[in-house]
């Protein structure tokens, strides 16, 4: 399986990343009481709609989905809106301590003393080509004097990073696959096309 690049000649005319969480929920008929039981699978959605592109440009959006070979290799991709953090996210950020799971990473190497680090919608990245995962920040995030910080996530973590591994704060992105292997490529009466397609985070 390969890991390849998204094109870049073109931007998305529409992108709706969908949070995607497996509970299940009984409900009593006679009180409405409700019991959930929280499964592991999280995942991101996406759902993506590309400009009427020229022969030019949709030539080289069609030859990446022929290399992805439908959900056989995978791609990097993160939420075009939010490529720069809305907080400060000043420093060279790590991973403090190995062996993290579940809804919180620990750094260092923040800007030391930073009220509004990152904040909540923010995204982070950990892992790098086909182990990339992209994470939203959930609450606000400062930083104490030593440049440190506990950042609130979801998904959970989902490869377990080495200490002092990168944290990247800036143009995240994860790794996606294809949702199918079929893809039909249109072309209008103008000598346009239009391509859409759908995509999941790897977990």
Same mark, same amino acid.
Request: net charge negative; proline share 5%; charged share 15%.
């Given at each position: 399986?390969?890991?390849?690049?998204?094109?870049?000649n073109?931007?998305?005319?529409?992108?709706?990343?969908?949070?995607?969480?497996?509970?299940?929920?009984?409900?009593?008929?006679?009180?409405?009481?409700?019991?959930?039981?929280?499964?592991?699978?999280?995942?991101?959605?996406?759902?993506?709609?590309?400009?009427?592109?020229d022969?030019?440009?949709?030539d080289?959006?069609?030859?990446?989905?022929?290399?992805?070979? #439908?959900?056989?290799?995978?791609f990097?991709?993160?939420?075009p809106?939010?490529?720069?953090?809305?907080?400060?996210?000043?420093?060279?950020?790590?991973?403090?301590? #190995?062996?993290?799971?579940?809804?919180?990473?620990?750094?260092?190497?923040?800007?030391?003393?930073?009220?509004?680090?990152?904040?909540?919608?923010?995204?982070?990245?950990?892992?790098?080509?086909?182990?990339?995962?992209?994470?939203?920040?959930?609450?606000?995030?400062?930083?104490?004097?030593? #440049?440190?910080?506990?950042?609130?996530?979801w998904?959970?973590?989902?490869?377990?990073?080495?200490?002092?591994?990168?944290?990247?704060?800036s143009?995240t992105?994860?790794?996606?696959?294809?949702?199918?292997?079929?893809?039909?490529?249109?072309?209008?009466?103008?000598?346009?096309?239009?391509?859409?397609?759908?995509?999941?985070?790897?977990?």
């Amino acid at each position: 399986m390969a890991n390849y690049t998204l094109p870049t000649n073109i931007g998305f005319a529409r992108f709706n990343l969908t949070r995607a969480s497996r509970n299940a929920v009984s409900e009593s008929p006679f009180t409405f009481a409700q019991q959930v039981l929280t499964y592991p699978g999280q995942r991101w959605v996406a759902d993506v709609t590309l400009p009427p592109l020229d022969r030019t440009d949709v030539d080289v959006w069609r030859s990446f989905f022929v290399k992805l070979n #439908g959900r056989e290799h995978t791609f990097n991709m993160g939420d075009p809106l939010s490529k720069t953090a809305k907080g400060s996210a000043g420093g060279t950020p790590l991973v403090n301590g #190995g062996s993290q799971t579940g809804k919180n990473l620990v750094v260092d190497g923040a800007a030391a003393s930073q009220t509004r680090w990152l904040l909540a919608g923010d995204y982070i990245q950990l892992g790098t080509g086909g182990n990339a995962r992209l994470y939203m920040v959930t609450d606000d995030v400062n930083t104490n004097g030593s #440049g440190e910080a506990t950042i609130p996530i979801w998904p959970d973590i989902q490869i377990t990073p080495a200490d002092n591994d990168p944290v990247v704060v800036s143009n995240t992105v994860g790794t996606f696959r294809l949702t199918s292997d079929d893809m039909t490529f249109e072309t209008n009466s103008n000598s346009f096309s239009n391509l859409s397609f759908n995509a999941v985070s790897v977990v």
